[in-house]
């Protein structure tokens, strides 16, 4: 089983839909927990950390499941904008063998 | 914007030739790192520095290796590169915790993309 694991989609949503992507670990250990934003062909840009209590910045909602062992990703009222491959971030106790990205959930929002 | 600049952006070489990537920063912080990015991989750590002259190996870094002689400049050099080393290359700076800490939250440079013939 792969440490950190995505489902690489595409996810093709209509404008004004809401889509969810999930991120599963296999450390249970791990620690903190991020989502990150890459658009083609650009740079990966921090979206939101994930905390144990779950958080929300706008039409993004975070939330993390220790029971089962995945972090998800809300998106609401789905934006052209938003476009884009959603990377996971898994940190566990261990130094530098213990961040795993994610490969990836590519959403494609359609007009 | 976390001021972060890599240079060059682009760049083909060909194999057994030496390649250095420069990534700049302006705002001081002490942790940054080298991934590459390619397709059906997650981001993987080349190699990341503590502070300058304090380097350390990531999970590839076979071929690579990397300097630090002034807080805002991290090198990347592949001594003799070869066709497998064809990526895109990411830097990143850490902003606090110390490296991998749960406190640690990584910025990424643009990126270089690197073709090796």
């Known amino acids: 089983r792969k440490e950190v694991e995505q489902d690489p989609g595409p996810f093709n949503v209509p404008e004004g839909a809401t889509v969810a992507f999930n991120c599963t670990y296999s450390n249970s250990a791990s620690q903190s927990f991020f989502w990150y934003r890459q658009d083609c062909r650009k740079e990966p840009k921090l979206l939101m950390s994930v905390y144990s209590s779950g958080n929300e910045d706008g039409r993004f909602t975070a939330q993390l499941n220790r029971a089962s062992q995945y972090i998800s990703l809300l998106i609401r009222d789905s934006k052209l904008s938003d476009s884009a491959t959603y990377l996971c971030?898994?940190?566990?106790?261990?130094?530098?063998?213990?961040?795993?990205f994610g490969t990836g959930t590519k959403l494609q929002v359609i007009p | 914007d976390a001021g972060i600049t890599q240079s060059p952006r682009h760049k083909v070489t060909e194999t057994g030739t030496p390649v250095t990537l420069r990534c700049h920063q302006t705002e001081n912080h002490r942790y940054m790192y080298w991934y590459r990015q390619d397709p059906g991989h997650g981001l993987r750590l080349i190699h990341y520095s503590y502070g300058v002259k304090d380097t350390d190996k990531g999970e590839v870094s076979d071929g690579y290796s990397v300097s630090r002689s002034k807080t805002e400049d991290f090198l990347l050099t592949l001594e003799s590169a070869t066709s497998s080393q064809t990526s895109v290359y990411f830097c990143a700076i850490g902003t606090s915790g110390g490296p991998f800490t749960s406190t640690d939250t990584q910025y990424f440079g643009p990126g270089t993309r690197l073709t090796v013939l």
């Open positions: 971030v898994v940190k566990s106790p261990g130094g530098y063998q213990k961040v795993t």
